[in-house]
């Protein structure tokens, strides 16, 4: 499909890499056998590359459920969609729904509703799980691409997706497998918050992600990770290729906290070699 159809990510998540493909083309490897992508979000490198091999991970159980009911049910996902409205209380019937009188068609379509209807299109939940992100108030929002929709589809139809912890990309990477780590960014300052949109992701995760990352460089897997630039980031992989990257914050509880930032970009392959 590469180079045939366009593919957008379906959905806005906070960290998506949209903004930088460009910029990530010139850092990819030439050639690879198999593709994971651990955290994979909005799939935003995903659908760029349309690797013919691929194997998606997230631990966010909403993320794991939109993509296997659009991979075997998108017509069943796209009539659901239809019934949704762009209204305030309609909203916030949807936001209280229990989950758990939700098939996994419906609560797919719940999940791309909320994102498509909520503020700055923001997936934020609270500590008992409950997604309580207020009213977008966007007065037309396009909840349902049809179109694009399809097409995401097909680039899954060959494709594992599998919800988990990014370790679980140890049990099937071998030797020129394609791993792109985008985790939950370690703060750039003790204030700040903005990977908290994704969840808890503390300073124990990101050396046991750093781990990770060693151990498959010792298979002879291709590695590329992005991560904000940090001290504890760059002593994490001290000893790999790194680039900076730049890109905007587009998700922030205040306008002054969205700018362009510095951001890393670790390989264990030099592009040549890739």
């Not at 997706?161 to 990014?166: A, E, K, L, T």
Request: aromatic share 12%; charged share 25%.
């Amino acid at each position: 499909m590469k180079n045939k159809i366009k593919i957008k990510p379906p959905f806005k998540w906070a960290g998506g890499k949209g903004q930088l493909i460009e910029q990530f083309e010139l850092l990819l490897p030439k050639k690879f056998d198999l593709y994971i992508e651990p955290f994979v979000g909005g799939g935003a490198l995903f659908f760029n590359i349309l690797p013919s091999d691929a194997i998606l991970i997230d631990l966010n159980f909403d993320v794991v459920n939109f993509y296997t009911v659009v991979k075997n049910d998108v017509e069943k996902l796209i009539d659901d969609l239809k019934t949704h409205r762009n209204e305030r209380e309609y909203y916030y019937m949807m936001r209280s729904v229990s989950l758990d009188s939700l098939n996994s068609i419906q609560r797919a379509s719940r999940f791309l509703y909320l994102n498509k209807t909520a503020y700055n299109g923001l997936w934020r939940v609270n500590k008992q799980g409950n997604f309580n992100v207020p009213f977008g108030r966007y007065k037309n929002p396009k909840i349902l691409d049809e179109d694009n929709l399809r097409n995401v589809s097909l680039a899954l139809r060959n494709v594992s997706i599998i919800w988990g912890d990014f370790s679980i990309a140890l049990d099937y990477a071998k030797s020129n497998t394609f791993v792109y780590f985008d985790p939950p960014y370690h703060p750039l300052s003790k204030t700040s918050n903005f990977t908290n949109y994704s969840g808890t992701f503390n300073v124990e995760d990101q050396i046991r992600l750093a781990e990770c990352f060693k151990l498959l460089d010792k298979r002879g897997c291709l590695l590329m990770l992005s991560n904000s630039n940090t001290p504890l980031v760059r002593q994490l992989y001290a000893n790999y290729d790194v680039h900076i990257v730049r890109a905007r914050r587009m998700i922030n509880s205040k306008a002054e906290g969205r700018g362009e930032i510095e951001e890393i970009v670790v390989r264990n392959f030099s592009t040549s070699a890739g």
